[in-house]
């Protein structure tokens, strides 16, 4: 039996005008509204209308992109979509995965992601990191390397993001970066760019954020999930709010596991994945991993 999974996009997928065309639908724009009152500004003309600056803000960007792929599914649900077999978010897309799947409210969910921008924001201002993307090395190759890289300088860099074969991103202390860069480039890497930013998520320097975040995370009521979500630091499903709340608070240390989520849900059966919120980039991501997956983009009209 095939079956279906929702992935939800992370930082990087947002860009002015996402959620526009969404907001002339009534279930949107309910959700769209709510936001706007429960975060005492337009967070709906900030993703609409920018300024890209203050949208890039993580501590707007997050709950911006978590706002577009809920209106995303109400829309979505409103024109008869079922839900699917499994749901999956990258890194801050989880906690949308998570509020789709039931496990946590919209205004709850929406709180959550709201502080944990703030957090993030906080910590990299007090640890300043730094995070470049590899390509063409293997993920057991780069962990290699970010260990020696460690070693040399006692300053900490690690895995950040498994995405997919050939793609992976590290993060961590700047100068324990560069050192990892280099070491990339000699291995053989085709592409070593750093990312245009100072936050070293899913990384240890995120630790100050990852325990206020866990205090964040005990105060809002979690149910059970009503589908399975996979859990970006083991790439497993988890369901109840036991190993919601773990993975919650171990996620913005750890490395997401975004090949190894995907390589699971083809393993449970999984052959059709939907992109659900703005841009495409996990499709993307998908397309590497599971090369004969059907792959769909929800869009309006179609």
């Known amino acids: 039996m095939t079956s279906t999974a929702f992935l939800f996009p992370g930082q990087g997928s947002q860009f002015v ?10 279930a949107a724009r309910a959700l769209f509204d709510a936001a706007d009152a429960q975060l005492g500004f337009s967070l709906s003309s900030l993703c609409f209308n920018g300024p890209e600056e203050e949208l890039t803000d993580t501590v707007n960007q997050q709950p911006a992109l978590f706002v577009v792929s809920l209106a995303t599914w109400a829309v979505m649900q409103a024109q008869g979509w079922e839900r699917p077999s499994f749901v999956a978010g990258h890194s801050l897309g989880e906690l949308s995965a998570l509020a789709m799947a039931g ?21 990299g201002e007090r640890q300043p990191g730094a995070m470049a993307a590899i390509l063409a090395l293997d993920a057991a190759q780069v962990e290699g390397i970010c260990q020696e890289a460690s070693g040399k300088n006692g300053r900490f860099v690690q895995l950040a993001n498994d995405n997919c074969p050939g793609q992976v991103v590290i993060s961590g202390d700047a100068t324990a970066l ?4 280099a070491l990339a480039e000699a291995a053989g890497a085709r592409k070593v760019v750093k990312l245009p930013i100072t936050i070293a998520a899913h990384s240890p320097l995120m ?14 009521p979690l149910q059970a999930a009503h589908i ?11 369901q109840t709010p036991d190993e919601i709340r773990a993975e919650l608070k171990a996620q913005l240390t750890s490395p997401v ?22 841009g495409d980039v996990l499709l993307g991501l ?6 004969k997956s059907n792959r769909v983009k929800f869009k309006l009209g179609e």
Do not use: C, H
């Open 103 to 123: 496990a946590m409210s919209f205004a709850d969910g929406l709180a959550l992601v709201r502080r944990r921008g703030e957090l993030m924001k906080e910590a």
């Open 17 to 26: 005008g996402m959620g526009q065309e969404l907001y002339e639908q009534p």
């Open 286 to 291: 998908v397309k590497r991993i599971a090369r």
């Open 228 to 238: 399975p979500v996979i859990a970006n630091a083991t790439g497993l499903p988890i």
């Open 257 to 278: 596991r975004w090949t190894d989520s995907v390589n699971y849900l083809t393993a449970q059966g999984v052959e059709t994945f939907v992109e659900v919120g703005a």
């Open 178 to 181: 560069a050192e990892a860069m």
């Open 207 to 220: 630790q100050s954020a990852a325990a206020a975040f866990a205090e964040a995370v005990d105060a809002i």
